[in-house]
């Protein structure tokens, strides 16, 4: 099998400073199956529910069985398999790749038949779930059912699967939960501010056939909801509800600060050729002919801060103002993706104003005799409550939603 170690400065979850990040980890493992391999898993196909009839619901599209790889996937003749230790005191892998509901003799024969598990043991073989789920689209923004007050759903009974994605919603339905009960508005993240804004959204508004999973390429502005800048996109709206306290919230705001402040350094300092040039020329990026700000420097593709801690003045400032890695690694990402970031924002704010739109609840889209017959049954069924979100419904076109708009008098 070939190692795959792990990453070399793995991150954590948290950004307090109670956890701390890994310093130790063991490797995964890589092999794969072969045409030998899947001969032996054909062989079991007739036994298996899935093949034969007696279990009719669809396969995870993302993670699908072995069998339904080199069934769907009949020109491959290897799929990869990555092996992963399942804790530091135990011989147990989990055989990544390789999920199966073949008969067990099945299993074992062909997981013997995979490069460097010739004399694997076996804990348990694997089996397939089934599962139902209630359609999404009669919830509100809250997870609260729309037909039963107080009622909230989350997880995988609204048709998602995923571990992030059943514990983000528990974590909103729980937080709408209490809000109800304190007669608080509710607790609703929009698209442009997290992943969760758009796993609800997604799921209310469209619905889901299949198992839903919280994909990066499902949101609209991926380069706003970056992992880096979470707590700078939430705390302040965790704080403001009660949940992080003022410790986390100061926290939060000092890094801001610092890399705003460092922003503006850069803006504001300029560097001479003499300097610059050494740096440029060692990273291939054109020469300078006379001083230019900092910023402009560190936006070329080729420099990153490492180049730029090369000039007397930044290390400096970094040094006095005993910048740690966090601080740091932000002020490079908005210098160096601020053309990006600034376009999708805009485009955010102006989807935003549709947001703001509200559209009443008992709205009678029957009355709008231009709009569409489909834009009308769904806009009935999912009942939006902004022209935004009724923008998002399918079927409901451009033209559908510039008809509602004269209609509500903008
Ligand atoms: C084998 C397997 C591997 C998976 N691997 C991954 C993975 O690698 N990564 C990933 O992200 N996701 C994975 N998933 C999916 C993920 O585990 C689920 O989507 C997620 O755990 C669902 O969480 P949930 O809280 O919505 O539901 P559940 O975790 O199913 O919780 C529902 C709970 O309700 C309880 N319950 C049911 N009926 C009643 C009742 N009448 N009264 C009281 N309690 C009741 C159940 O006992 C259960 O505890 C995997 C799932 C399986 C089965």
New binding site residues.
Partial sequence: MIQQPGDENPEKFSYSSLTKSLTEQRSCHMTYTSPEVHNVLRDGFERSPMFNGRIKSVGPRYCPSIEDKINRFADKERHQIFVEPEGWNTVEVYVNGFSTSLPEDIQFKALRSVTGFEHVKFFRPGYA?EYDYFPPTQLKHSLETKLIEGLYF????NG???????ASQ?LMAGINASLKVQEDDPFILRRDQAYIGVLIDDLITKGTEEPYRMFTSRAEYRTLLRQDNADLRLTPLSHAIGLAKEDRLKRMEEKEYKSNQFIEFFKDTSVKPDEANPVLANKGSALMKQSDKMFKIFSRPSITINDMKKFSSVSKYIQDLKLDREVIEQTEIQVKYSGYINKEKNNADKLNRLEDIKIPSNFNFDKINSMSLEAREKLKNIQPTTVSQASRISGVSPNDISVLLVYMGR
């Fill in positions: 779930i989350a997880g995988q009974i998602t699967t995923g571990y992030e994605e059943a528990g």
